[in-house]
């Protein structure tokens, strides 16, 4: 079936189709169905039920002709069989029999030149109140003759047999690049369409648009300058990207094309556990009407949001759209970039609190996707434990890591005055533990000079282990800070540890050796082997 007769043959299922309504009107249906309810703000609040996150697991892609020799196949990309996919994708379509349905149109990537367009099915109003926030809104005169070249099939209520239909169990999400489908089962959590997009773009930009797809965050300086924010969770990328003197382009998913760098996304799905307005002011005031709340609790006896509580999830969010923050680039488009960060929070106390990075490091560290957990986060954890994820998003990326670190690569040797950055916005003067947090103060320091140039003409080190270039000074930061081993006072201590992480990162990187260059390979750390 193509396109255009999956589409009008799921219609022809629904009892009633409600096309494009408003965020108003979404949310009148969600209350009228029993969705959600109201806070205090008037945001509408939901719970996501069984699943309260994605469920890498159950994340398959189809093989066929087009996917076999071009998905990094393994655990990221499970295969999926064609013919099984178009008797489940029927399952899921009968599904819809005599249901209300919810349909939105809605596209990707706000640069015009790499806009993919996109029409969502949806079971619940709530779920296409996500999709209004999070993906981009055509206008009223382009909705006239919109025309879908992917769908997004969401059925939170079909629960696949496992032993019938070839999954691992009763929720699925997959993804056909040649039908041009992503078909969602047994799973109510929003992000699956979200990161299923996501997915879609990593494979096709890079491969036909010559496009680097990107985990990170950007924002543009008063100057017309654009900075792209690389870090897992924890290490201060919402934080870090939300600057008060640069408009933010969008925080979770960007494409850089030869001339620009833009989001793919509409809005924003953003982390609310322990939300302050003191903390994360923009969040914060974000969550209003026509913003979606994901399994939070009320207070006792009020429509006020407890943020602290975590009795459903420590995963709690917030979708809305990016309108609803202040200092944003519109459209969400800037320049190529003129600085990069990769951020970390080192438990180790090991790496730099600023470093520059040559395209070899740059390369290897963006494969390597390193932050660290602290210890103490589970029981019997009595030390930092480091964690990897290729290219800050190692489960959304359908293609080698390789591939995208070769584009970066391609990039920063034809744009020679780009500086890439590692920040380490964890631990200086010994480990979790017996260190301390670098200060928040001395970071932004450190990233504010950096965007000034006023580290282009400095002195620089080079790290022992790493090989990271150290500035001997920087503007607003103790320059006793720069180098992490005058830190510590035991420095034998500090040269074991350096080593013991450097090995950790070679171990990780064994994985991805055979499909990487020989400059990326010569960019590992210097570690001597472990007795």
């Known amino acids: 079936m193509t396109t255009h007769a999956i589409a009008d043959k799921l219609l022809s299922k629904a009892s009633q189709a409600f096309t494009n309504l408003t965020p108003e009107e979404l949310v009148k249906h969600a209350l009228e169905n029993k969705e959600g309810v109201l806070n205090d703000t008037g945001a509408l609040m939901a719970d996501t039920g069984e699943f309260t ?13 087009k996917t076999e020799n071009t998905v990094w196949w393994g655990e990221v990309n ?9 008797k489940l994708l029927n399952k899921v379509i009968d599904n819809f029999e ?28 709530y ?46 999400t997959m993804i056909d690049f040649t039908r041009k489908i992503i078909l969602i089962g047994g799973s109510a959590y929003t992000g699956e369409m979200k990161k299923g997009i996501f997915t879609v773009l990593n ?21 017309g300058d654009t900075a792209i924010f690389f870090g897992l969770s924890g290490t201060g990328k919402t934080t870090l990207s939300a600057d008060p003197d640069r408009k933010l382009i969008g925080d979770d998913e960007h494409g850089w094309a030869e001339d620009s760098v833009f989001n793919f996304e509409g809005g924003c799905y953003a982390k609310c556990v322990d939300l302050t307005e003191e903390k994360e002011p923009q969040i914060f005031h974000a969550i209003k009407a026509g913003a979606l709340l994901e399994n939070t609790r009320f207070f006792p006896g009020t429509t006020t949001v407890d943020y602290s509580n975590i009795s459903v999830t420590e995963n709690t969010r917030a979708a809305y759209p990016l309108h609803h923050i202040d200092n944003i680039a519109i459209p969400s488009v800037g320049k190529a ?24 490091q ?37 293609l080698h890591p390789g591939k995208y670190a070769e584009m970066l690569g391609e990039k920063l040797k034809a744009n020679p005055n780009i500086n890439v950055w590692l920040i380490n916005t964890g631990w200086t003067g010994g480990a979790y533990g017996t260190g301390s947090r670098m200060k928040l103060s001395y970071t932004r320091a450190m990233i504010t000079a950096a965007l000034n140039g006023e580290l282009n003409n400095v002195a620089y080190e080079a790290h022992p282990v790493f090989g990271y270039m150290m500035p001997t000074s920087c503007p607003n930061a103790p320059a006793e800070l720069l180098n992490p081993r005058n830190t510590w006072a035991d420095k034998s201590a500090y040269d074991a540890q350096a080593n013991k992480l450097a090995n950790m990162f070679v171990k990780n990187f064994e994985q991805y050796a055979a499909g990487v260059s020989k400059e990326i390979l010569d960019a590992a750390p210097k570690a001597t082997q472990n007795a």
């Open 53 to 65: 996150g994605r469920s890498p697991k159950d994340k398959f892609c189809v093989v066929d002709t």
């Open 78 to 86: 499970q295969k999926f069989d064609s013919d099984k996919f178009e």
């Open 98 to 125: 005599g249901k209300k349905m919810y349909v939105r149109d809605a596209y990707a990537c706000a640069d015009p030149r790499y806009r993919l367009n996109l029409r969502v099915f949806n079971e619940t109003a």
């Open 127 to 172: 779920h296409n109140l996500f999709c209004n926030n999070l993906f981009l809104r055509p206008t009223a005169e382009e909705l006239k003759n919109f025309e879908p070249e992917w769908l997004i099939i969401n059925a939170p209520s079909f629960k696949a047999v496992a032993a019938e239909d070839g999954t691992r169990q009763h929720n699925f």
């Open 203 to 223: 494979y096709i930009l890079p491969q036909e648009r010559n496009t680097l797809s990107m985990h990170c965050s950007a924002n543009i300086g008063k100057n």
């Open 337 to 360: 970039p003129e600085n990069i960060f990769f951020l970390t929070a080192d438990a180790f106390g090991v790496l730099p609190p600023i470093s520059k990075l040559s395209v070899g």
């Open 362 to 398: 740059a390369m290897y560290s963006f494969i390597s996707g390193y932050t660290a957990k602290v210890a103490g986060t589970e029981a019997g954890v009595t030390e930092p434990q480091a964690t990897f994820s290729a290219c800050f998003g190692r489960v959304f990326l359908p």
